[in-house]
């Protein structure tokens, strides 16, 4: 764990190595639990979550194919239905203390959205837009989903956030059909054949998205 970033209070971390899902869940409680915030940019082995929305008809596959393939299947508080985690995402959790921010969610969320949008376009010159009926962002023209989202907040406090499919082969995505979705929706860098030089625009993107979302917090 590297701390890269730390302004206005909020630090910034990068994880060289796959962290595991129910360490996340682990910090995420007890940063919670003791109002601690920071940003964390990291990747999951292969694993589904499915938020409270989730529907079973979403699931296209049991647990125990699951199970054979080697694929967690992990429920969770936040909002939204089932999504995939794959090594090659940019994945980040914000956890922010919104009472001490004196900060809406809906304005977090504006945030956290336009601070998405401007590492992107910065970062790959890719312009990426809302979809007024689902949640994430999309490829502008195409409308192919690019960024998962998934935020939950509980007593007054973030935790989880997004995750930027970057050179992952969206092969775990076929076992759902993802926010509802066909998996066929979903796009990743690769396929829009912006993947060259994915470590050295990974570390570019992390850092223009934190300034970014740090630039407008209060």
């Not at 694929?71 to 009472?99: C, M, N, W």
């Not at 809302?130 to 973030?158: M, W």
Request: glycine share 8%; with cysteine; aromatic share 10%.
């Amino acid at each position: 764990m590297t701390k890269f970033l730390y302004q206005k209070g909020l630090p910034s971390y990068s994880f060289p190595t796959m962290v595991p899902y129910q360490r996340y869940l682990d910090f995420q409680e007890n940063s919670r639990k003791n109002r601690r915030e920071s940003m964390l940019f990291l990747e999951h082995s292969p694993c589904l979550t499915g938020g409270i929305g989730a529907k079973a008809e979403n699931l296209l596959v049991s647990k125990e194919v699951l199970s054979q393939m080697g694929v967690e299947l992990i429920s969770l508080p936040r909002g939204g239905d089932f999504t995939a985690h794959e090594p090659g995402q940019i994945v980040g959790y914000l956890h922010i203390d919104l009472k001490k921010r004196n900060l809406s969610l809906g304005d977090f969320l504006r945030n956290l959205n336009e601070s998405l949008v401007v590492g992107v376009k910065e970062t790959w010159g890719l312009t990426v837009v809302e979809n007024p009926k689902a949640p994430g962002l999309y490829t502008e023209g195409t409308n192919k989903k690019l960024i998962s989202e998934g935020v939950y907040a509980k007593s007054y406090f973030t935790s989880f956030g997004f995750a930027l499919n970057g050179t992952n082969s969206l092969s775990t995505f076929s076992l759902i059909n993802p926010c509802g979705a066909r998996a066929d929706e979903m796009t990743s860098l690769t396929r829009l054949g912006l993947s060259d030089q994915f470590p050295k625009k990974r570390i570019e993107f992390v850092r223009q998205f934190a300034t970014t979302f740090l630039s407008l917090l209060p």
